[in-house]
């Protein structure tokens, strides 16, 4: 052991294989499951899931509940043999009645998952306590996912939190993710922008994207935290280098802005792009509108028609009315008046102040519908409510 460590003498994995697989013959049990992990790992030695299994095997059958432990892992995984939920089940049965958490939170995701075995939330759930118990940080966040949609037990928002806290002290991520999405939208508790930047801001520190990316709309927005443009840009730029179509899209929304440097519809153009191919409906859209006015790329009406189209399929609001105003107008497209108050009544029916005023407007000139005052002053109420001034300025 003084030779696998390096305590006391200098560390060497060859002399340790060696003493090890002399007192593993003679049956020490701690050997053998040493021998076990290094065939596994290939430390110091040839890796080999056979040997290691084998070590495994003779520490197990002594009742070593790390080696039951290593074999049910083996077994789930299906690493070096083949996958057998029956045998992962046994080992890791084993293993738990020794107390083993991470056997028992095993157990509890196999039950949860419904792997070689019937499903059952009720039997994962008091796997999850038994290791919650122990400190196991993953069966603690399980157990606020449990406890917070009424898997196999009933639905307690207080434990759910209180479970998903004891998980996110403990450093887990999706833990410290989740608190922060819980806090700011109010899911289960009162809303509270102030925590919900703190585990956010945990999450972020251990290279979350989702966090990372929540922590820059937070900043955009001044939500539980003084507002920082900046900031917020470089959180932006921090998770579209993972990839996230959503911070590649704010980052194109700050170029088009220039809320965080120069504006810039070049940059904005490319970021929009990156995210819109990721199917990205806010991107799509506000590529459309580039292509559309010739901001930052060359102007090409089919290209806008092709994004708004795109985004609007997806429910984008903001693209439904550009693709009205392309049919009314003509851009791009042969003109279609009733085309035009298809897409305005998609957008409209969302809300869209500029859709409901449009609409309004045809209705009482009969374009593309046949007039009616009635509709018309409705839409264009709404559409002063939802704050056009022009549609105020009628309905006066």
């Known amino acids: 052991m003084m030779y696998y460590m390096g305590e006391g003498v200098k560390q060497d994995y060859i002399k340790a294989f060696n003493y090890f697989q002399l007192a593993a013959e003679q049956g020490e049990i701690t050997s053998q499951y040493i021998l076990g992990m290094m065939f596994y790992q290939g430390e110091g030695i040839e890796q080999s899931y ?30 070096g043999t083949a996958q057998d939920f029956a045998q992962a089940i046994k080992y890791y049965q084993l293993a738990a009645n020794q107390g083993c958490s991470d056997a028992l939170t095993n157990l509890g995701l196999i039950y949860s998952d419904g ?22 940080v993953t069966a603690q966040f399980n157990l606020g996912v449990y406890y917070r949609y009424g898997n196999g037990i009933k639905q307690n928002y207080k434990k759910a939190l209180r479970y998903y806290q004891l998980a ?32 956010y801001q945990l999450a972020a520190k251990q290279g979350y994207s989702y966090a990372i990316y929540n922590l820059g709309l937070m900043l955009y ?75 930052g790329v060359r102007q090409d009406y089919i290209k806008a028609h092709e994004y708004y189209l795109l985004a609007a399929d997806q429910g984008d609001s903001s693209a439904q009315y550009n693709l009205g105003n392309m049919y009314e107008n003509g851009n791009g497209v042969v003109q279609d008046y009733a085309k035009a108050v298809e897409y305005y009544q998609l957008a409209a029916k969302q809300e869209d102040a500029n859709a409901q005023f449009t609409l309004g407007v045809m209705y009482l000139n009969g374009t593309g519908v046949k007039p009616n005052r009635r509709i018309a002053m409705e839409l264009l109420k709404k559409s002063c409510e939802n704050g056009n001034q022009e549609a105020c300025q009628i309905c006066e």
Do not use: P
């Open 115 to 136: 792997l070689g075995v019937k499903q059952d939330y009720e039997q994962a759930a008091k796997y999850f306590h038994l290791a919650a118990a122990q400190g196991n």
């Open 221 to 295: 927005n001044g939500k539980g935290i003084e507002q920082d443009y900046q900031k917020a840009f470089q959180c932006f730029h921090q998770a579209a280098e993972d990839g996230l179509a959503t911070a590649l899209y704010n980052l194109g929304l700050m170029y088009f802005e220039g809320s965080a440097s120069k504006q810039n519809y070049e940059k904005a153009a490319e970021y929009f792009q990156l995210a819109a191919d990721q199917g990205e409906a806010a991107a799509q859209a506000n590529l459309g509108y580039l292509y559309d006015t010739g901001r």
């Open 50 to 79: 056979d040997k290691a299994m084998h070590y495994y095997y003779l520490a197990a059958e002594q009742g070593n509940a790390d080696a039951q432990y290593q074999l049910g892992l083996i077994y789930h995984n299906g690493t």
């Open 168 to 199: 996110a002290e403990q450093g887990n991520i999706i833990a410290q993710y989740n608190l922060g999405v819980i806090y700011e939208n109010g899911l289960i508790t009162q809303q509270d922008y102030a925590k919900a930047v703190k585990y």
